[in-house]
Nanobody, 120 residues
Framework: QLQASGGGLVQTGGSLRLSCAASGRTFSTYVMGWFRQAPGKEREFVAVISRSGGTTAYAVSVEGRFTISRDNAKNTANLQMNNLKPEDTAVYYC???????????????WGQGTQVTVSS
């Protein structure tokens, strides 16, 4: 089970840190990803991190502004979001997969989502 938190309302240029708490003993065996879905749009890939945390990848739209991390001892994955823009407004989801992949179809477990709103 995944529980995302940390969303909120922030002004353009601000920062937020999203967290994803996982239950169970197998967190370190899963690749963790973050996705987002804006109103009227399809869910899109944001970032992914490998099981060890040593490899990460980002969508072009967030590269250099967002940082994904994980703490396997605490069963958490995080998404630090800096220099936020109005186009980052969306519901953000964390997800777990056995594959290092950016395609949402390959993720097996999903959190409930947390709303991020960036005002201009």
């Amino acid at each position: 089970q995944l529980q995302a938190s940390g969303g909120g309302l922030v002004q353009t240029g601000g920062s937020l840190r999203l967290s994803c708490a996982a239950s169970g003993r197998t967190f370190s065996t899963y690749v963790m990803g973050w996705f987002r879905q804006a109103p009227g749009k399809e869910r899109e890939f944001v970032a992914v991190i490998s099981r060890s945390g040593g490899t990460t990848a980002y969508a072009v739209s967030v590269e250099g502004r967002f940082t994904i991390s994980r703490d396997n001892a605490k069963n958490t994955a995080n998404l630090q979001m800096n220099n936020l823009k109005p186009e980052d407004t969306a519901v953000y989801y964390c997800a777990a997969s056995i594959r290092y992949d950016s395609r949402s179809m390959n993720y097996d477990y999903w959190g409930q989502g947390t709303q991020v709103t960036v005002s201009s």
